[in-house]
């Protein structure tokens, strides 16, 4: 199985909008710093799988190739909005995966166009996709949302954004499933005094701690992570890292590069 991070950054993105911290200033002048909207992709036997769908370029990217299926994570714009062009495409459906929700984001589920919307999936039964096995579970975020731990048969990775903490049922599901591979958000720094929605760095480790996997990335980083990051050095544990946009990882091996 192998990993990619396409976006790493939280629903305001880095830069932000009209801030002028030391992070932001430094990422509209070195693109490398830049975080986009939170989402990843997956690809095992030769099959492309999404991870939410926030990137603006998706149909372009969809056009150079199809993917086999796409996963949601939940209805917020940040996670879905690249669907708004993609489904007036054209060609074979597209199957997408999400968690029940009536509502939805706008009118997507009326004019679906080439997205093939599935039924609502349920918190631990299991979906199976060619070349892998998804299991969703849910999150703590202020609409529903599911994590995904997906399982080629050699490696186990547990997506796991947005939330803040996790579900009993969850945490308790993860340490009996042991994950070889964690991404978890951490949306806000340590000095965040009051999280909604999201972890801190420091939540978000101490969930790490507790599931041990071989390797984590933390990601839905906010600019004042960055910031942060520029004032002070961030003591992580070995096996846990900062994602990156464009950052690609063969999980069988544990091996990450950046694109």
């Known amino acids: 199985m192998r990993l990619r991070f396409v976006g790493t950054g939280d629903s305001a993105q880095v830069p932000r909008f009209g801030c002028d911290c030391a992070a932001c200033e430094r990422a509209r002048v070195l693109s490398c710093h830049r975080r986009g909207p939170c989402c990843a992709e997956v690809r095992v036997d030769g099959h492309r799988y999404l991870l939410d769908a926030g990137r603006m370029d998706l149909a372009e990217s969809c056009e150079r190739e199809r993917p086999a299926a796409i996963l949601l994570t939940h209805y917020h714009a940040d996670h879905v909005q690249g669907l708004f062009h993609l489904r007036w495409g054209t060609g074979e459906p597209i199957p997408v995966y999400g968690p029940k929700d009536a509502h939805g984001c706008a009118d997507l589920f009326k004019h679906s166009g080439v997205l093939d919307f599935q039924p609502g999936l349920k918190p631990f039964r299991p979906l199976r996709l060619v070349g892998c096995e998804v299991i969703p579970v849910p999150l703590t975020h202020s609409k529903p949302t599911l994590g995904f731990c997906l399982d080629d048969g050699g ?105």
């Open 155 to 259: 490696t186990r990775l547990a997506y796991l954004t947005d939330t803040c903490g996790l579900p009993v049922e969850t945490d308790r599901f993860l340490r009996d499933w042991r994950p070889d591979v964690v991404v978890l958000d951490a949306t806000y720094p340590g000095s965040h005094a009051e999280p909604r929605n999201h972890n801190t760095v420091p939540m978000a480790l101490e969930i790490l701690e507790r599931l041990a996997p071989r390797q984590a990335w933390l990601t839905h980083l906010g600019h004042e992570v960055d910031a942060e990051l520029m004032s002070v050095t961030l003591a992580l544990p070995p096996n846990v890292a900062l994602a990156q946009d464009g950052l690609e990882a063969d999980l069988c091996a544990a091996q990450a590069w950046t694109a």
